[in-house]
């Protein structure tokens, strides 16, 4: 007993030794201000469940470059766009890079991102690909005209969603992988998909204290790794299904599956360079970063539409008069609908789906603003603060598509005060394809319905609640709505 005591006492010693040394190591290397950290832990428990709000309150204290240690990793936090520009264009390659999490580790090869910019997503690609999201968002205004007959609440996240995924796996697989029918039960395959979603986004220890990673506290890894195990199994299934139809002489789809199989096996120049792990985290970029996103803008954008009737009615009455009352929204007509792609800016600057964007590391030492951003350093840009900031936004926390009517900001990546997608090399390569959609969908939704919000709802007004369901902020209560047909 009195060894363990001893033992105990030392370890302490050694803890407290090592957090005043790492205190004076903060001020002697001159790392951005930011809060006192706490012995071991750090800043952690200043995060909370929703960390960009946590972030954006403390930059208020400490500045718009602010630098926390959370458990062993330091880690700067940015919510300005002038310093952002510094991090994502001036600085892109030396943070180019992105920290995985443990719970991923085992899953993540090289970057689907070349090959998702130059074949799927290309605007080559896209255009030709075009009657595929038509046919998927006239599956859904379909499927939306059967509940309103049935007067059953349309869950709006839940059926975009599934528009989302169904589209990735046409393009992916030339077929649907799950059904909008299912009426709010989930598909196995829609199950799996939104699990490794989460896993991505939650909060794990061993991110915090890369050292004790291999023993895997929490379990994260050991449960990402059955959830992986499923969804790998859907894949092995249509790859081998395809291969089997290759070698029988099957018409080629060329799909994305086809293309990938033609890497892999080196039908394009003799050289085989995918192999089946390769392609199972291709596969599993593909679907999990094209689908989220594109629904929680659409259902975000709904719900701030039906909180304030007159900007629905002005979206309303410019997609009656430039696209024709009762129609779906054509691509090809997106660029003439100005208030729709008001309402989209305005919806991605105060629900962005990725908050914090996706963590950056710094790959050598750096200087930004004076301030000195270590080697292994984790970068996260807070937008979400960016896009409450009075200083750039009047009324900010007000819902006004207006602002961008007589305001030039793209959200493309070259005005800062706006980068939902991000910006520079990792800007994210399924933006293309998520703009076409949201304005797809949302602009049909609009045009082919008038939507009204449960009588409880109506009366007590809409829990606007947010929680982080991975990296993507979405609605805490799902947005259901009644439809009635235009």
Known sequence: MTELLQWLASLLALLLAIYFLDLLAHRRHG???????????????????????????????????????????????????????????????????????????????????????????????????????????????????RLARQNVAVDVGGVAFTTALNLVSCTVFSRDVTSLGDHGELSEFREVVL?????????????????????????????????????????????????????????RRNDFLDLLLDVGTGDNDGTATLDRDTLRSMLTDIFGAGSDTSSSAVEWAMTELLRNPESMKKVCDELATVVGSGRNVEETEIGRLPYLQAVIKETFRLHPPAPLLLPRKAEMTTKIIGYTIPKGAHVLINIWAM??????????????????????????????????????????PGMPLAIRMVHQVLGSLLNQFKWKLPFEVERNGVDMAEKLGSLTLVKAVPLCAFATPV
């Open 387 to 428: 896009g409450r900031d009075s200083n750039i936004w009047p009324e900010p926390d007000k819902f006004m598509p207006e602002r961008f009517l007589d305001r030039m900001v793209d959200f493309k990546g070259g005005d800062f005060e706006l980068i939902p997608f991000g910006a520079g090399c990792r800007t994210c």
């Open 195 to 251: 699990q490794i979603m989460e896993a991505g986004g939650c909060a794990n220890l061993s991110d915090f204290f890369p050292a004790f990673a291999g023993a895997d506290l929490q379990g994260c890894r050991r449960r990402a790794a059955k959830v992986f195990a499923r969804l790998h199994r859907v894949f092995d299934a249509e790859i081998y299904q395809r291969q089997r139809g290759r070698e029988a002489g099957e018409p």
């Open 31 to 145: 790392l951005p201000p930011g809060p006192c950290p706490l012995p071991v832990i750090g800043s952690i428990h200043l995060l909370g469940d929703l960390p960009h709000r946590s972030l954006a309150r403390l930059s208020k204290i400490h500045g718009p470059l602010m630098s926390l240690r959370l458990g062993a990793v330091t880690t700067v936090a940015v919510s300005s766009p002038e310093i952002a520009r510094e991090f994502l264009h001036k600085r892109d390659a030396v943070f180019a890079t992105r920290p995985v999490p443990d719970a991923m580790s085992s899953h993540a090869m090289n970057s689907v991102a070349w090959m998702m910019a130059t074949e799927l997503l290309s605007p080559r690609r896209l255009d030709a690909l075009r009657d595929i999201r038509r046919d998927k968002v006239q599956e859904l205004v379909e499927h939306v005209g």
